[in-house]
């Protein structure tokens, strides 16, 4: 079991910007995927981004240029710098976890499929993001 935690969220104005934090605490022992997704109002859960196990970023084609994700020296900690946000950012944000092996972790791509595939197994309860005009 995973517990993740998500904190952050917050109403601003389009332009603004917030910072999204997850907390996954079980990863600071065991090797972890983390990833963040957004349900935006009447819409289907979709990615946002992750951080593959060789630390590289990968963003939804719609925040890449707004949004940076990073992790702490522990790897329980999973941030979401968001810019430049949009009224079509309002939406709730919801972090997602998995343990993976170590021959996973060596592959370099797992996170890449948990993510795409939305098969993140641990949830959180999502903290809510709405940018106004």
């Known amino acids: 079991q995973v517990h993740v935690v998500e904190s952050g969220g917050g109403s601003v104005q389009a332009g603004g910007s917030l910072t999204l934090n997850c907390t996954a605490s079980e990863c600071e022992t065991r090797r972890c995927c983390m990833a963040w997704y957004r349900r935006r109002p009447g819409q289907e859960r979709e990615e946002v981004a992750t951080?593959?196990?060789?630390?590289?970023?990968i963003y939804k084609y719609t925040v890449k240029d707004r949004f940076i994700i990073s992790q702490d020296k522990t790897k329980s900690i999973l941030n979401l710098q968001m810019t430049s946000l949009t009224p079509e950012d309002t939406a709730m944000y919801y972090c997602?976890?998995?343990?993976?092996?170590?021959?996973?972790?060596?592959?370099?791509?797992?996170?890449?499929?948990?993510?795409?595939?939305?098969?993140?197994?641990?949830w959180g309860q999502g903290t809510q993001v709405t940018v106004s005009s």
């Open positions: 997602a976890a998995e343990y993976i092996s170590t021959s996973d972790f060596r592959r370099g791509d797992r996170c890449y499929r948990l993510y795409i595939h939305e098969t993140f197994p641990y």
């Open positions: 951080i593959e196990t060789d630390g590289r970023p």
